[in-house]
Nanobody, 117 residues
Framework: QVELVESGGGSVQAGGSLRLSCTAS????????MGWFRQPPGKERDFAAR????????HYTDSLRGRFTISRDNDKTAVYLQMNSLQPEDTGVYYC??????????WGQGTQVTVAS
């Protein structure tokens, strides 16, 4: 019903910035919530950030607040994650997710972020 395509990952030095994008296609009118999880090497996938679909307000895990900013486009079919002051511990695979009204979660394919010290 809905597909997600991510882009924007890459390799940077500590202190650098990257911007991730996640674009939804298909039945986007059923989007209820979108956000990002991340999975460091050898660890579980954990929540990173989400955007309240009604208000546009961002919510973050504590370690990212103040450095990362989540936003969406005006058509409400894409979300972005601006990542500043990146640190080596931010290294991992970043996954976009989308929750649909009526239930069900869709995941993007994941994009690798590598931060060198």
């Amino acid at each position: 019903q809905v597909e997600l395509v991510e882009s924007g990952g890459g390799s940077v030095q500590a202190g650098g910035s990257l911007r991730l994008s996640c674009t939804a296609s298909g039945r986007t009118s059923l989007i209820y919530d979108m956000g990002w999880f991340r999975q460091p090497p050898g660890k579980e996938r954990d929540f990173a950030a989400r955007i309240d679909w009604r208000t546009g307000r961002g919510h973050y895990t504590d370690s990212l607040r103040g450095r990362f900013t989540i936003s969406r486009d005006n058509d409400k079919t894409a979300v972005y994650l601006q990542m500043n002051s990146l640190q080596p511990e931010d290294t991992g695979v970043y996954y976009c997710y989308l929750d649909m009204s009526g239930g069900g979660r869709n995941w993007g394919q994941g994009t690798q972020v590598t931060v060198a010290s």
